[in-house]
């Protein structure tokens, strides 16, 4: 969605993705795990349950059809803000 930002992983395979304030990571990850799509929500890496709206992405494996289904993590997170 409009607002988002991402960090460009350099040397490693993390990036670590900021979403629109209004949008609930915990949601995307609950949207996102029912359609076999992996994230890591961003309360996870605060002892305070910081980084709500914000989620990590691993990249570890080369791209192949079985990882095509991350593209589909944009249309998960439009239908969140909308709602």
């Not at 607002?3 to 304030?21: C, D, I, K, M, Q």
């Not at 990571?25 to 949207?31: D, E, F, I, K, S």
């Not at 961003?42 to 990882?67: A, I, K, Q, T």
Request: proline content about 8%; some cysteine.
């Amino acid at each position: 969605p409009e607002g988002t930002t991402a960090t460009r992983a350099e040397g490693g395979y993390f990036t670590w993705v900021s979403l629109p304030n209004r949008l609930d990571v915990l949601q995307l990850h609950r949207l996102a795990t029912a359609e076999g799509i992996g994230i890591s929500p961003g309360p996870m890496f605060s002892p305070d349950r910081n980084f709500s709206n914000c989620m990590r992405m691993n990249f570890g494996h080369p791209w192949g059809p079985e990882l095509q289904t991350g593209i589909e993590l944009g249309a998960l997170a439009h239908k969140l803000v909308r709602s």
